[in-house]
């Protein structure tokens, strides 16, 4: 199966800083997906196929990558993007997601 | 709008069964392949299994392969985990989520629903 390693694990990030979230996979994937879980929710799908944002999904966020390296930026920082993202991929079976990145505001 | 809702989970001791209902509501179900997701106490996602829109192709994880059935019924819009031999390690929050119609991420998901195994 394929294994998706996310860096960092956690970071923390003041109002109006850039993040970026890595996600590498252990071979490569035409495709990646992002969620977000914010603490005693149900996890919603943030970016599909790699670059396009969710319904709703606000537009600091972006997607990029290919092959084995994949991102999610969020180009500034704002009190409500505090959560956990997790990267997914199903370009094998079975489909496998990374072990998620809390994002944190400092 | 599109509701998932899950039900059936609770406190139950190793190596007994249960079985998860998800009632799907606001898409044409039968158009769509399900998915169960589970995420233990404090840990991340894992996928469990999938099942097409027709029930035609169904996949497992290796982890429940052979204890864990996946099913569906298009005409109550409902889908199904069936759960044997459960063991400790199954505790978890179980989704019911939709895949998008190339099935290749989930684009709609349950409230979930807890899996104790304890004795």
């Known amino acids: 199966e394929i294994v998706l390693t996310q860096s960092p694990t956690t970071i923390a990030a003041s109002p109006g800083e850039k993040v970026t979230i890595t996600c590498r996979a252990s071979?490569?994937?035409?495709?990646m997906y992002w969620y977000q879980q914010k603490s005693g929710a149900s996890p919603k799908l943030w970016i599909y196929d790699t670059s396009k944002l969710a319904s709703g999904v606000p537009n600091r966020f972006s997607g990029s990558g290919s092959g084995t390296s994949y991102s999610l930026t969020i180009n500034t920082m704002e009190t409500e993007d505090a959560a956990t993202y997790y990267c997914q991929q199903w370009s094998s079976t079975p489909p496998t997601f990374g072990a998620g990145t809390k994002l944190e505001l400092k | 709008e599109v509701q998932l809702v899950e039900s059936g989970g609770g406190l139950v001791q190793p190596g007994r069964s249960l079985k998860l209902s998800c009632v799907a509501s606001g898409f044409t179900f039968s158009n769509y392949g399900m998915n169960w997701i589970r995420q233990a106490p404090g840990k991340g996602l894992e996928w469990v299994a999938y099942?097409?829109?027709?029930?035609?192709?169904?996949y497992y994880a290796e982890t429940v392969k052979g204890r864990f059935t996946i099913s569906r019924d298009n005409a109550k819009n409902t889908l199904y985990l069936q759960m044997t031999s459960l063991r400790s390690e199954d505790t978890a929050l179980y989704y019911c989520?939709?895949?998008?119609?190339?099935?290749?991420?989930?684009?709609?998901w349950g409230q979930g629903v807890m899996v104790t195994v304890s004795s």
């Open positions: 071979s490569s994937v035409s495709y």
């Open positions: 989520a939709r895949s998008d119609y190339d099935g290749f991420y989930f684009d709609y």
């Open positions: 099942i097409s829109s027709g029930s035609s192709y169904i």
